[in-house]
């Protein structure tokens, strides 16, 4: 436990009811949204200002007490659990202003606490658009989303939160405040230290500004549904959208488990024998919209589409999307326990991706239901199961394991946007060298000695 | 030890519906706790692991935990928007009750559930004392003698506005009533729930004129026995389990098709939280609370089927329209998913111009005993909702729920504004042949 004197610093700093010591609210910091077991922290501090976030930051670093980052908490990889001993959770949902939206310039500047479909909102009432959209938007904080480098559906268009980080302003190690960035689309001021933090998941600093780009927003969209009768066949019709030069903003997939769970979920009266569905949106100036709209159909017409549906309004579309927004929901009522995977493959080799992956579902008599972003090959493959069953547990790592090493051999990456954390930590030697982990450790040794920020998290076991 | 061995087994027994929460984290979207405080252990997910902890023996403090779960206005906007389905309110009534019986109750509580509450006519003498007394009643009981929804005490308490308690409580007034039902009417039982019996007296007036004219036969047994959601959400299982008993017996024998309330909490109460709890109870007490809990209606729902059957209802008045807001009760929209129903009923009257506010399913705050115990939380998120209505510009918001309606009068009254706060079914009151004659005359 940390020492009274300790304890009494950061209530003088952060005030009495922002630093929590009781057992009771420590074990409600004690996990995230990754399958783990708990870590319980020995304090959890919640500062109200950025400058008693550096200030917590330097007193944990001068009593060697390491010190976890937490926005709300919602990483799948156990990003946020606390180290074992002595370990601090530090809280950046309390600093959560939009300091400024400029509509001149196209760049926003936030606090690190700010929730991401808020900040979406307030930028779409000023006339613009934030893209990003993870599944976690309405709780995520930014801050969470620039240490994941989070994405979502709009990633193949959009692309992800790394292409919206202009710059950055962080605490390091002992508290020092370091600029990073700018507030203009080029910078070529010195170490691209912004782009650095992103994806670094709390290990090297902690954020106390962000300036995110943004973009006019799109005039018009149009969302179509599309039933295939094989995964090979949506695939495919992914593959020559693309090189048909069209570029959707969002092209989902749903498997055919995916498909009979949303169905007796919602009872749509989706086709449960379909092999695959495609959630289709594509967007921009109307007249554009109309061309690539048609040309998508036409594909689908061409690849033996089994069933299209094209949205006319605002609420036919909203009736498309429902089934996407339905999978995770209709997968997680099945089983106690969801374990949500995120894979990442080449657009090309999807369908050996679902296959492979139905594969180890059968081997290892798993459940699993696999939805996601086929526009990217960023596939969510969501094993159903009951952690409190060792034994089928047993058999869901060994799957998870699977999963990765078929993805590495299909020239895939281990984590598409969920990030490393600990849950995956020990396989980073699969994909990256024994330099690329080295290095990265160097780079963290010499930032933070003593080992502080967030230990335990991506550099390998 | 042989209590703390209990403690588990009936914590165990929560564990299948507790491994359903996979802790993704959505509920702080909706949680109106989390909004103001940004507390993992304010919302659904927090407060799940704090019991899993107590359960697995990862953590020995249930006193920790207890005041933890009282931090929770059990509004059932967590349950409502999990993508899981765990059934959060269910569990948490459940947890409280089991380390409520673990840990004891408060000398004080135990007299107000145990002995108070049961006992109408006692209380009906404590509710002539405290309305003639107005204030002199002892202070250390307060807060807690309020937690019952009764609210007898509610003139003394710190600097809410507070609704004045009526001397003879709505029961009194009427006595007992069992007529016939009319030509196409069915016989309802009425059951007014102690905040109308005590404070709403008009709005129990107005459901019973209401439910006449359509004409059903009204039984209303002679007193007034509190739904027992006060005491089982401080834990009191036995003191609930007193008061269904005395519900029961009171509807038992009276030959109604429907059990009618106006309160969205009771209504909320005995469909869904007496059934919940009824597990605990031998098999024939089981199906008695089945049956009743199967008959319960809210007002609003069981008026608003006979909206088109009650047609040529006269309406009057062709003058300036007056602006109308409603307000969602969550143990009316998120418990039981009625939300269109309270509309209806408001829209049948053509001197209103209804106008619907931002986010009308937030909660308003109140949460039964939350209210009293953290009255600074259930004022800012009170606050919130007082200013959607503002921003509609309507003159009068309409609920389905009484608590909501202290709430409302509270908060709205802390803006300077004067809105009226009416229940939806007396909006649809004012329709009625002999109400639309008084105010024309
Ligand atoms: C249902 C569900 C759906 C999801 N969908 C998606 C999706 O579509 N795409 C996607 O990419 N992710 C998704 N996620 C994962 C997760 O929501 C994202 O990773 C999100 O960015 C995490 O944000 P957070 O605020 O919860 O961060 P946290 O979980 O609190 O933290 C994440 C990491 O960021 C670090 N961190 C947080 N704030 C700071 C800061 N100020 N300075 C330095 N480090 C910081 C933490 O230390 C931690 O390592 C989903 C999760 C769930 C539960
Ligand atoms: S939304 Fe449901 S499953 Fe998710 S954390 Fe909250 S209670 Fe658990
Ligand atoms: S019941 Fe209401 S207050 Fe309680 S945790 Fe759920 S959303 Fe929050
Ligand atoms: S919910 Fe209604 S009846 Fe039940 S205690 Fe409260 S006021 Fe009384």
Same mark, same amino acid.
């Given at each position: ?48 200002? #950025? ?23 919602? !990483? ?229 589409? #089994? ?29 106690? #326990? ?23 579902? !059968? ?21 159903? #199961? ?76 | ?94 947890? =409280? ?30 509710? =002539? ?69 005590? +404070? ?72 869904? +939280? ?9 098999? =024939? ?76 399913? =937030? ?79």
């Amino acid at each position: 436990m940390a020492s009274k004197n300790v304890i009494r610093a950061f209530q003088d700093l952060l005030g009495r009811e922002n630093v929590y010591t009781e057992a009771a609210d420590r074990h409600a910091y004690s996990f995230d949204s990754a399958v783990l077991d708990p870590v319980v922290p020995e304090l959890v501090l919640q500062p109200t200002d #950025t400058e008693s976030l550096a200030g917590a930051v330097r007193l944990c670093n001068e009593n060697e007490l390491p010190l976890t980052v937490r926005g709300a908490g919602t !990483n799948l990889s156990g990003g946020t659990l606390p180290a074992r001993e002595k370990g601090v959770v530090l809280l950046t949902n309390s600093l959560n202003r939009v300091l400024e939206i400029n509509t001149e310039d196209l760049y926003a500047r936030v606090e690190p606490g700010v929730i991401t479909a808020q900040f979406a909102r307030a930028v779409a009432e000023k006339g613009l658009f934030y893209p990003p959209d993870p599944g976690s938007q309405t709780v995520s904080t930014l801050g969470g989303n620039v240490a994941e480098n989070a994405g979502g559906l709009r990633g193949l268009k959009y692309g992800v939160t790394k292409d919206y980080v202009l710059g950055l302003d962080f605490f390091d190690v002992d508290g020092e405040l370091i600029k990073t960035g700018a507030r203009t689309v080029k910078c070529a001021t010195g170490l691209n230290l912004a782009q650095l933090m992103v994806g670094s998941e709390g290990t090297l600093g902690v954020f106390k500004e962000i300036v995110l780009k943004l973009v006019p927003p799109p005039a018009a969209q149009q969302a179509m549904l599309a039933v295939f009768d094989s995964v090979d066949r949506a695939s495919e019709t992914v593959s020559a959208i693309i090189a048909n030069k069209i570029l959707p903003c969002t092209l989902e997939f749903l498997d055919n488990f995916t498909i009979r769970a949303v169905e007796s979920f919602r009872g749509a009266g989706l086709p449960t024998e379909a092999g695959a569905l495609l959630l289709i949106e594509v967007d921009g100036h109307p007249a554009q919209v109309e061309e690539d709209a048609r040309k998508v159909r036409e594909i689908c017409q061409e690849m033996g589409v #089994t069933e299209l549906k094209v949205s006319q309004s605002a609420q036919e579309k909203e009736s498309v999307w429902q089934a996407r927004r339905d999978a995770l929901p209709a997968l997680a009522r099945l089983k106690p #326990t969801t374990v949500l995977e995120d894979a990442t493959v080449p657009r090309s080799k999807l369908p050996a991706m679902v296959r492979a992956i139905n594969d180890i579902a !059968n081997r290892h008599n798993l459940t699993i239901g696999t939805f996601g972003h086929a526009g990217d090959g960023n596939l969510h493959p969501t094993i159903l #199961t009951d952690k409190r069953d060792s034994e089928e547990f047993e058999r869901v790592e060994r799957a998870i394991e699977e999963i990765f090493d078929t993805a590495l051999e299909l020239d895939g990456t281990l984590s598409g946007e969920h990030g490393i954390g600990m849950a995956k930590s020990k396989f980073m030697e699969k994909e990256a060298t024994r330099g690329t982990i080295l290095y990265s450790r160097r780079l963290k040794q010499a930032l933070d000695p003593k080992g502080i920020l967030n230990p335990g998290k991506i550099m390998g076991a | 030890m042989a209590e703390l061995q209990r403690l588990l087994t009936l914590l165990k027994e929560l564990d299948d519906q507790l491994a359903g929460c996979m802790k993704c984290g959505m509920c702080q979207a909706v949680c109106p706790l989390y909004a103001e405080t940004g507390r993992e252990m304010d919302v659904a997910r927090g407060k799940l692991v704090l019991v899993e902890h107590l359960s697995s023996q990862l953590l020995n403090d249930p006193q920790g935990v207890q005041k933890r779960l009282e931090r929770c206005l059990l509004c059932g906007s967590c349950a409502k928007a999990c993508p899981s389905g765990v059934p959060v309110v269910d569990i948490f009534i459940k947890a =409280r009750a089991i380390i409520g019986e673990y840990l004891g109750l408060p000398p004080i509580k135990k007299l107000i559930f145990r002995s108070l509450l049961p006992r109408p006519r006692l209380m009906d003498g404590l509710q =002539r004392l405290a309305a003639a007394g107005q204030g002199l009643f002892s202070k250390k009981a307060d807060p807690i003698l309020g937690s019952s929804c009764a609210r007898f005490n509610a003139p003394v308490i710190r600097d809410r506005h507070y609704l004045p308690l009526a001397t003879t409580p709505l029961h009194g007034e009427l006595g007992e009533i069992d007529e016939p039902a009319g030509p196409g009417g069915t016989k309802v039982g009425f059951y007014p729930g102690c905040l109308v019996d005590k +404070i709403f007296l008009d709005l129990g007036r107005d459901a019973i004129d209401v439910l006449r004219h359509r004409g059903h036969g009204i039984f209303v047994p002679g007193e007034q026995v509190c739904c027992g959601i006060p005491a089982l959400s401080s834990g009191d299982r036995q003191g609930f389990e007193r008061l269904v008993g005395r519900i029961l017996n009171q509807f038992e024998d009276a030959d109604i098709d429907y059990l009618i309330t106006p309160c969205a909490t009771c209504t909320a109460t005995i469909r869904t +939280i007496w059934p919940l709890m009824a597990e605990y109870l031998p098999q =024939r007490e089981q199906q008695r609370v089945r049956r009743l809990a199967e008959k319960t209606r809210d007002i609003t729902e069981f008026l608003a089927e006979g909206l088109d059957k009650a047609s040529g209802e006269p309406q009057h008045g062709s003058g300036e329209k007056t602006g109308i807001t409603y307000h969602d009760p969550c143990h009316l929209q998120k418990t039981l998913s009625i939300s269109q129903a309270p509309r209806r009923l408001i829209g049948a009257n053509s001197n209103y111009d209804f106008r619907e506010m931002g986010a009308p399913d =937030r909660c308003c705050g109140m949460g039964g005993s939350f209210n009293l115990l953290h009255y600074d939380l259930s004022r800012q998120v009170g606050q919130k909702k007082a200013e959607d209505i503002l921003a509609t510009g309507a003159d009068t918001v309409a609920t389905a729920c009484p608590a909501c309606m202290i709430q409302l009068v509270d908060q709205l009254s802390r803006t300077g504004k004067s809105i009226r706060v009416a229940h939806a079914v007396q909006i649809y009151a004012e329709t009625l042949p002999q109400r639309a004659q008084k105010e024309q005359s």
